[in-house]
């Protein structure tokens, strides 16, 4: 009799997940955690400022920025990270839509992942047809990111973005800036959700009743 119990208890927590599955659930986990990261740090872009300080951008935040001394009205350098004010503060318009393109695919990619990890755990999170549609949701947020990494380099004309790269920087053109880490990240967290997508077809097989 207790054998048979714990062999229920343990049919009903097992998962449902394919070995493809499990690794799906890895991955889809490790695609949101990109796409979070890279979505709040900003260090997609490195300049430096007039006093040789670095700069670092990303979509909605800064690090390292001028801003006017009420007390001594001269500019001095806050060297913190902080978002912008309100969202129109954003210096370029086409940073404002990277932010809402990379935010609502890293915020996709975060509750497919979740769904995929509790998968690994409990039966019937995620049906065979369930999989797939997740698989199309990481379709979708991995092109919204990817669209969003492709846009970012359109605001590299914006004045703050000029200040820290130098006169020649504009759309698609550095100038004395260089592309850091978490932008690269972000690119991982769109290749990544990619290929979730694929492992997502085979992520999950049909339930089986057993008749006693």
């Not at 070995?19 to 890279?38: D, K, P």
């Not at 007390?71 to 318009?93: A, L, N, W």
């Not at 839509?97 to 019937?124: K, R, S």
Request: net charge neutral; proline share 3%.
């Amino acid at each position: 009799m207790y054998s048979e119990n714990s062999g229920k208890a343990y049919s009903t927590m097992s998962s449902k997940l394919t070995s493809v599955g499990i690794v799906w659930a890895f991955v889809s986990f490790i695609s949101s955690g990109l796409a979070c990261t890279g979505f709040y740090l900003p260090f997609w872009l490195q300049g430096k400022l007039h006093n040789n300080t670095d700069t670092y951008f990303g979509t909605f935040r800064q690090c390292n920025f001028p801003r006017l001394d009420s007390e001594t009205g001269r500019m001095r350098i806050v060297e913190e990270c902080g978002r912008y004010t309100t969202f129109h503060d954003i210096p370029s318009v086409y940073w404002q839509v990277v932010t809402v393109l990379v935010g609502v695919g890293a915020g996709l990619l975060v509750v497919v992942g979740f769904m995929a990890i509790l998968a690994c755990c409990i039966n019937d999170v995620i049906s065979p047809m369930g999989s797939k549609i997740a698989g199309t949701v990481q379709f979708i947020a991995g092109l919204l990111i990817a669209t969003g990494c492709c846009l970012y380099p359109n605001g590299w004309d914006s004045h703050e973005v000029i200040l820290a790269c130098g006169p020649e920087a504009g759309p698609y053109k550095l100038g004395e800036c260089t592309l850091s880490w978490a932008y690269y990240v972000t690119i991982g967290a769109a290749a990544t959700s990619l290929l979730s997508t694929c492992l997502s077809f085979h992520a999950s097989h049909r339930k089986s009743t057993n008749i006693s």
